[in-house]
């Protein structure tokens, strides 16, 4: 069984693990499994059943994980795909290199970060994942190896940097990085009183690499989108040290009735109370980037029914209408979310053809898996974003329709044709017709 960082999904799984990129035959792979496909598996950190492939097969690429070439001069690292951001980072940082693009762990894989073409704080000027990959090398299940990159094989190139791990295993990535000059970062927070602030400060933090808000889904109707609002950008002195892994971590699932809504409201308050505004300070990368990788298996929080994510991107002439309404919704439902995460995302482009991230505005909000009731929000969730010509991000679904799938990612199709025949995963079977 094998579930995904939600725990909403749990799943039976032939498990593969690969330990070699010459040692894999996909086609036995595929044959040994009762549904006939594979699907390669990172860290297992995308919230619900796009990393899955019941009765399949997942091939676990964990191993996979050495440095090919690099260069220092240039900032530029070739490694294979299971690699994670975490071991990226504790060679690349005291030689002055960051990755570009970080998401909100560090316990990624470079092939789930293409795959998802993930995001991070600095989306406003530097855009997703895709933007910092070179290139790709690529395994298709005929036996063929290909190079992808913007010059060579350009289509699939860009039908697997957010192409959900259907056009092939990626064997390698070649990354730029980003130079730095310290491992410590210059934060400023800001407390927002409502939502409009928010937009204020998104203004106002143009040239701010990294900026990211918390929001307080349990505020009350006058203060909708009350919060936090924080920046950052790397100091231009000081050491260069790479982060260490210390952590506790939630030993048990924990009763479900300890993230209730009371004991929720009453945190929330508090911490926004609390916080001061306009306040500086110096930090690691590894505390602002990566605050919750401090708190290992802290997806147990929500007991053993887990938790559903919903990811939602409004476009940005509507942003502040749908982000009050999504709001108000969850306002009214009593069932606020925990961690509820307000980020702007900016114009640039990305190489990728189903990428999530694009210009407008994200919210990212955890719901505890109640059953029905939480089905129901999320639907009312999801008509509210289609309603403001929204999407939602596939790494961390688990239940949205095939329909609004397929209405908001109409390349669908095309990944679709060019979908490796022995590959395929759970979500995929979910959003698009039978194959
Ligand atoms: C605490 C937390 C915070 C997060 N914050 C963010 C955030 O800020 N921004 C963001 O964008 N995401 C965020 N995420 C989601 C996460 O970054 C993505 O789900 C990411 O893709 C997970 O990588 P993984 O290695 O765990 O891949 P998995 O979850 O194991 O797999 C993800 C996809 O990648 C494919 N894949 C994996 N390896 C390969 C390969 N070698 N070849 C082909 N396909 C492959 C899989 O088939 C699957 O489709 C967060 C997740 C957590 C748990």
Redesign the pocket.
């Known amino acids: 069984m094998i579930e995904s960082?939600g725990r909403a999904h749990r799943l039976e799984h032939q498990v593969s693990c690969l330990n070699w990129r010459d040692e894999l035959d996909l086609p036995t792979l595929a044959g040994a499994a009762a549904n006939g496909h594979v699907?390669?598996?990172?860290?297992?950190?995308?919230y619900g059943d796009?990393?899955l492939n019941g009765d399949g097969t997942l091939i676990q690429?964990g191993r996979l994980d050495r440095f090919l070439a690099a260069d220092w001069t240039r900032g530029v690292v070739k490694a294979e795909?299971?690699l994670t951001l975490d071991s990226l980072m504790q060679l690349s940082v005291p030689m002055g290199w960051f990755p570009m693009i970080v998401?909100?762990?560090k316990f990624?894989?470079l092939?789930?970060?293409v795959?998802?073409d993930?995001?991070?704080k600095n989306h406003h000027l530097s855009g997703s994942f895709g933007a910092s990959v070179q290139a790709l090398g690529l395994l298709r299940s005929d036996g063929t190896r290909l190079t992808l990159s913007r010059s060579e094989n350009q289509e699939l190139f860009s039908l697997t940097i957010g192409g959900?791990?259907l056009t092939g295993?990626?064997e390698w990535v070649e990354l730029k990085m980003l130079p730095i000059s310290s491992s410590e970062l210059e934060i400023q927070t800001f407390r927002l009183d409502h939502l409009d602030a928010f937009f204020e400060h998104s203004d106002d933090s143009a040239d701010w690499p990294y900026t990211v808000a918390w929001v307080d889904c349990f505020a009350p109707s006058r203060a909708l989108g009350r919060g936090l609002f924080s920046r950052g950008r790397f100091a231009e002195n000081g050491a260069l040290m790479a982060h260490r892994n210390r952590r506790v971590t939630v030993p048990l699932e924990m009763p479900s009735i300890a993230l209730n809504r009371y004991s929720m409201t009453a945190f929330n308050q508090l911490y926004w109370r609390l916080s001061k505004t306009g306040t500086s300070m110096r930090d690691g990368y590894d505390r602002f980037f990566f605050p919750?990788d401090t708190i290992g298996r802290w997806n147990r929080i929500y007991g053993k029914r887990g938790f559903y994510q919903h990811q939602s991107l409004l476009p940005p002439d509507d942003a502040r209408s749908g982000l009050r309404a999504l709001l108000e919704e969850i306002r009214q439902s009593g069932q606020g979310s925990f961690l509820a995460v307000l980020k702007n995302y900016g114009p640039e482009q990305s190489p990728g053809a189903l990428s999530f991230a694009g210009e407008g505005c994200s919210l990212a909000l955890d719901f505890a898996n109640t059953g029905r009731t939480t089905l129901d929000l999320l639907e009312r969730l999801d008509a509210i974003v289609a309603k403001f010509g929204g999407r939602l991000y596939p790494?961390k679904d688990g239940r949205m329709s095939g329909a609004f799938f397929r209405a908001s990612y109409p390349q669908w199709v095309e990944l679709e044709a060019a979908r490796d025949p022995l590959f395929s995963?759970t979500f995929w079977r979910r959003v698009t017709p039978a194959h």
């Open positions: 960082w699907l390669p598996y990172g860290m297992g950190r995308s796009s990393c690429t795909a299971g998401p909100g762990t990624v894989s092939g789930g970060a795959a998802n993930i995001h991070g959900l791990g295993l990626i919750l790494a995963s």
